[in-house]
């Protein structure tokens, strides 16, 4: 391999979009701080003295934190995204490296206001990071949304199970220490890889092996759910020693560099494409795009065929439907360049495309979204909130089984969601 083709085998490794959706996958491992309030809340109620209404104040302030995420995805139209990222870990590590700084008495005692504000300010650094992976992705795969957000939303909930393994292999004999790793680790994953995830026009890299892709990407999620399970039993069932404890933490973190085998082989083992088919859209691409806007005459039509179309059109065999919607597609356009209908020009985005935060507030879909998810969600929330507490009512002094296991099952749900949405929708 020549030196020239080798550097540009570097480059496609670099713009690939799958080499972002697996540094996506990555920061999203690590980013699910707000899932191990549960390990964190008894260490910080015994050290600082609270009661149990303190530590709930505590978790609404961490809900709160987790719940403001217009704030990045209004900046990710203003800034480069690696500067979201940036944000995300200085809030990141000042908000709980605080916090580590009070449980772990390094500074004196503050009121709880304060310690609320850190909590607040260090899990809102999340979202910034969910912004950058989602947004990044999702313009990547335009056509596979669905997939890619319920792997990335499941890796999100699975990073308390990987934090707590992690951590089991420290075996820090201080408690305050949990807190330290989640201040530090997931801000030095996140700055080494800022600049790789990133919108790389991924929407020209459509491959026909992206379902292989996929489908080994979930066979991957699912060997990981598995293993962290079987891990779980084995500690609860069997003293480990630390070697072992070791082990079991460098095959989870093979599991989980495991999927960088896809840009890899894209990259290094598959022949590159021509120039030419990296500057053209693909057909359907171009189909899409003839059907949404076309220019006759200096002015811009748009066509409404997709939304107006009879519904036994969609029953019709994919290449028959594809002959009579460009049929009545040039029918409709030559009637307009003759002037004999004018079609009104939609206003806003459609379904689909991007929206600006004011565009989806007058959106039906967007509310009916947001208000199912605030009377929702609370209910999983206020379990992850007080799991420590309810533990140790029950009698278990080592709560981070639950934690995982609640990481485990959150995890598998949002993968399956994204692949059945995907599936139905299709």
Request: one cysteine or more.
């Amino acid at each position: 391999m020549t030196k020239q083709r080798l550097h540009d085998r570097f480059k496609a490794f670099f713009n690939d979009r799958w080499l972002v959706f697996v540094c996506a996958m990555w920061i999203q491992s690590c980013a699910g701080i707000g899932y191990l309030f549960g390990s964190i809340s008894p260490v910080i109620k015994s050290t600082m003295g609270y009661n149990q209404r303190q530590v709930a104040i505590l978790g609404v302030a961490k809900d709160l934190g987790d719940s403001i995420g217009f704030v990045p995805g209004s900046l990710c139209e203003i800034f480069p995204i690696w500067a979201i990222s940036l944000i995300g870990v200085v809030q990141n590590f000042v908000g709980y490296g605080l916090v580590w700084l009070i449980v772990a008495q390094k500074v004196p005692a503050l009121p709880l206001w304060v310690l609320c504000v850190a909590i607040f300010v260090g899990t809102n650094g999340e979202t910034y990071f969910n912004t950058v992976a989602l947004v990044s992705c999702v313009q990547n795969f335009p056509k596979n949304r669905g997939p890619v957000v319920g792997i990335l939303k499941g890796f999100a909930g699975l990073s308390g199970a990987i934090l707590t393994q992690i951590y089991a292999m420290i075996n820090s004999p201080n408690e305050a220490s949990l807190i330290f790793m989640i201040a530090v680790g997931p801000s030095m994953v996140v700055i080494a890889i800022m600049f790789v995830v990133r919108p790389v026009r991924g929407h020209r890299q459509a491959r026909s092996s992206d379902n292989s892709s996929f489908l080994f990407t979930y066979s991957v999620c699912l060997v990981l759910a598995a293993y962290l399970l079987g891990v779980l039993i084995v500690e609860d069932l069997v003293n480990l020693n630390q070697t072992l404890l070791t082990v079991l933490v460098a095959v989870l973190i093979i599991l989980v560099l495991l999927p960088i085998t896809i840009p890899v082989l894209l990259a290094f083992y598959s022949e590159p494409r021509h120039p030419v088919e990296e500057n053209l859209l693909p057909e359907t691409d171009k189909q899409e795009s003839s059907k949404s806007e076309l220019q006759i005459g200096g002015s811009f039509i748009l066509s409404e065929m997709e939304d107006e179309k009879p519904s036994e059109m969609d029953l019709l065999q994919p290449t028959e439907r594809h002959r009579r919607i460009a049929h009545l597609q040039a029918k409709l356009f030559q009637a307009a360049a003759e002037g004999a209908v004018r079609i009104k020009r939609r206003k806003g985005p459609r379904r689909g495309e991007d929206f600006t935060l004011m565009q989806a507030l007058r959106k039906a879909d967007f509310l009916l979204m947001f208000f199912s998810l605030v009377l929702a969600s609370g209910s999983g929330l206020t379990v992850i909130d007080n799991l420590g507490q309810i533990c140790q009512s029950l009698g278990y002094n080592d709560t981070s089984i639950f934690v995982s296991m609640i990481s485990i099952w959150n995890f598998l749900g949002r993968v399956g969601g994204g692949y059945f949405s995907e599936a139905i929708i299709r």
